[in-house]
């Protein structure tokens, strides 16, 4: 089994007043998907930590994934799948802007170019 | 490294009927007729276990320039009218970016991926993105050579806009360094991932690959 956990972090800054329709969605709509692609979610944050009823929030959710072949695995399976781009064209109304990243902890690094 | 070359290139990827379709090596010899006197190069192999959406027969041919592939396209052509081929995939491009590793040897697979990126796609984010593509062999030593071409007619499923092409020291080297190092997986690939709003290809791509003749 690989040990290396490979991290994608999903960073949203919502729409003002948007944030908590966005954590809904994604947590309705988008985790149980993702689970079964093989992410496991670490958190999610909220920042500020206040519902704004006029102003934007970022929320960040972290997903952990087993190793390289673990990412691949996840994302062949979401590639095939037009749901999961239509989800993310379906909340375009919530969101302003947002990245995705993928990284791992620093003392994976070496290892994981080691290939 | 090198940054260029003066040679036109064309590459076909053939799909062939289950049964019934021509054998690489038919398909060898008659393109390899089809452009005598006129390619530099010549490669036609079955593809290896494992492409995606990369045909059963690979074509890479080289001419001095498109002129010799002009004289000779027709030619071609008709031979890929054969009714057993039910789809090809191709481009025809002028030798982009490119170098390879050094000590210099040719690899022993050689791979081809056909992309487009979507249109209306910022100039200044393509170059961004090729940028990427040529950054990955520093990071991949079993890559021995590379080359990003733009494409100048592209035929079959979409009309392709560039090629990415590499030779690998060998089968391994392109299923392990290649699709395993973070270079691909955590930065480049999310030019392809429909998950990342940096995407830019969203049409499928062509992986293809074979056993090369560096000759």
């Known amino acids: 089994m690989n040990t290396t956990k490979v991290y994608v972090t999903d960073t949203v800054v919502t729409k003002p007043g948007r944030a908590r329709d966005f954590v809904d969605a994604y947590l309705r709509e988008y985790v149980p998907g993702a689970r079964e692609r093989g992410m496991t979610l670490e958190r999610i944050v909220v920042s500020p930590p206040i519902w704004f009823p006029d102003e934007s929030n970022t929320v960040t959710a972290t997903w952990v994934l087993d190793g390289a072949e673990g990412w691949w695995a996840m994302t062949w399976q979401g590639r095939s799948d037009p749901a999961v781009r239509r989800w993310w064209s379906g909340v375009d109304d919530l969101v302003a802007q947002r990245t995705r990243c993928t990284g791992a902890e620093v003392s994976d690094v070496e290892r994981l170019a080691d290939v | ?215």
């Open chain 2, 1 to 215: 490294m090198s940054s260029g070359s003066p040679m036109f290139e064309v590459v076909r990827l053939v799909h062939c009927a289950a049964a019934g379709g021509p054998a690489a090596d038919r398909l060898r010899t008659e393109l390899g007729a089809a452009v005598s006197g006129m390619a530099r190069r010549v490669l036609v192999q079955p593809t290896l276990p494992g492409v995606r959406n990369g045909g059963d027969v690979l074509a890479h041919l080289r001419f001095d320039g498109a002129a010799e592939w002009r004289a000779c396209a027709g030619a071609v052509d008709a031979v890929l009218a054969d009714p057993g081929i039910t789809h090809v995939d191709g481009a025809e491009y002028d030798g982009g970016i490119g170098g390879f590793a050094e000590p210099r040897a040719p690899g022993s697979v050689y791979r081809v991926l056909l992309l487009r990126v979507a249109p209306q796609t910022p100039d200044a984010t393509v170059e961004r993105f090729e940028a990427d593509l040529l950054r990955m062999p520093r990071y991949i030593p079993t890559m021995l050579s590379w080359r990003l071409s733009r494409v100048r007619r592209g035929i079959g499923s979409v009309p392709w806009t560039h090629v990415w092409e590499q030779e690998f020291t060998d089968l391994d080297g392109l299923d392990g360094p290649y699709l395993m190092h973070p270079v691909h997986w955590a930065h480049v690939d999310r030019w392809f991932d429909p998950e990342c709003p940096d995407v830019i290809v969203r049409d499928r791509v062509c992986h293809s690959f074979c056993e090369n003749d560096p000759a």
